[in-house]
T-cell receptor, first 116, second 114 residues
Framework: AQTVTQSQPEMSVQEAETVTLSCTYD???????LFWYKQPPSRQMILVIR??????QNATENRFSVNFQKAAKSFSLKISDSQLGDAAMYFC?????????????FGAGTILRVKS | EAQVTQNPRYLITVTGKKLTVTCSQN?????MSWYRQDPGLGLRQIYY???????DKGDVPEGYKVSRKEKRNFPLILESPSPNQTSLYFC?????????????FGPGTRLTVT
């Protein structure tokens, strides 16, 4: 079974600076999907960015980008020009294309605090 | 507006009192899931459904039941809740599995079992 590990329970960043959240995963599959979700205090789960394993190019969405290292099974999230609204819990998630249940396997999450 | 709704948003109940958390989506999605979120564990899938009358267990199904009689609805049933089912619950829906098809999450239901 696949597992996802987020080794940083909490991170802090100064407003306007850059922060990187770490995620590693364990799988024997060669094709899969990776995601970062944001959960603000409202508890809503918001998709931030997604990456397909067969794509070598790292995904970017405005101030959010990933560093996808397939061989190392690493999928970190970089947030540039951090804003107060970025403060949230961030979850890394894995999905196998072989899973019938469309299941997302989540890491434990990283709380991001943004200081003004 | 495309959305997944859950009710209730908050629920406090006592051990053994049957309860149902409703989930409804208006996007005609085939796939629906229930997850629970616990500190230090992230979200874990409880049950999923691939279409009407097709459901199956996820990773943590013990103590839960589901049904899918209509495409839009996927209720979660706790026949005899216990304190270890105190958690934050999310319903999610999507079209067939693909990275291009986003999973839409409901707003969450905070359940406390005393």
């Amino acid at each position: 079974a696949q597992t996802v590990t987020q080794s940083q329970p909490e991170m802090s960043v100064q407003e306007a600076e850059t922060v990187t959240l770490s995620c590693t995963y364990d799988t024997s599959e060669s094709d899969y999907y990776l995601f970062w979700y944001k959960q603000p205090p409202s508890r809503q789960m918001i998709l931030v960015i997604r990456q397909e394993a067969y794509k070598q190019q790292n995904a970017t969405e405005n101030r959010f980008s990933v560093n996808f290292q397939k061989a190392a099974k690493s999928f970190s999230l970089k947030i540039s020009d951090s804003q107060l609204g970025d403060a949230a819990m961030y979850f890394c998630a894995y999905r196998s294309p072989m899973e019938y249940g469309n299941k997302l396997v989540f890491g434990a999450g990283t709380i991001l605090r943004v200081k003004s | 507006e495309a959305q997944v709704t859950q009710n209730p948003r908050y629920l406090i109940t006592v051990t053994g009192k049957k309860l149902t958390v409703t989930c409804s989506q208006n996007m005609n999605h085939e796939y629906m899931s229930w997850y629970r979120q616990d500190p230090g564990l992230g979200l874990r899938q409880i049950y999923y459904s691939m279409n009407v009358e097709v459901t199956d267990k996820g990773d943590v199904p013990e103590g839960y039941k589901v049904s899918r009689k209509e495409k839009r609805n996927f209720p979660l049933i706790l026949e005899s809740p216990s304190p270890n089912q105190t958690s934050l619950y999310f319903c999610a829906s999507s079209r067939r599995p693909s990275a291009n098809y986003e999973q839409y999450f409901g707003p969450g239901t905070r359940l406390t079992v005393t």
